[in-house]
């Protein structure tokens, strides 16, 4: 189970972090993404990490921005998002899957959303 957390309105220019608690089994193998979707757009990648080896891998937009993280003892990942901007505006989703590949796409398990607003 994921639940996904820290959504709300901010300035542009500002800050959020979002939190993914991940509850029911061990990560140790898992890669934890963090996917956004915007009224009207398709559900797009923003960042991913995996849980063993830390790999993280980020979409282009949100390069030096966005900062993927993870708290091993706590089982949760987090997105700090600096400079937010109002494209940056969607309902923001966790997930996982079981695989260090790819880290861009092919996630099983998601999340609840929680809305980021970016106002200009």
């Known amino acids: 189970q994921l639940q996904a957390s820290g959504g709300g309105l901010v300035q542009a220019g500002g800050s959020l972090r979002l939190s993914c608690a991940a509850s029911?089994?061990?990560?140790?193998?898992?890669?934890m993404g963090w996917f956004r979707q915007s009224p009207g757009k398709e559900r797009e990648f923003v960042a991913a990490i995996t849980w063993s080896g830390g790999a993280i891998y980020y979409t282009e937009s949100v390069k030096g921005r966005f900062t993927i993280s993870k708290d091993n003892a706590k089982n949760t990942v987090y997105l700090q998002m600096h400079s937010l901007k109002p494209e940056d505006t969607a309902v923001y989703y966790c997930?996982?899957?079981?695989?260090?590949?790819?880290?861009?796409?092919?996630?099983?398990?998601w999340g609840q959303g929680t809305l980021v607003t970016v106002s200009s």
């Open positions: 029911g089994r061990t990560l140790g193998s898992w890669a």
């Open positions: 997930a996982a899957k079981y695989s260090t590949i790819r880290l861009n796409t092919d996630y099983n398990y």
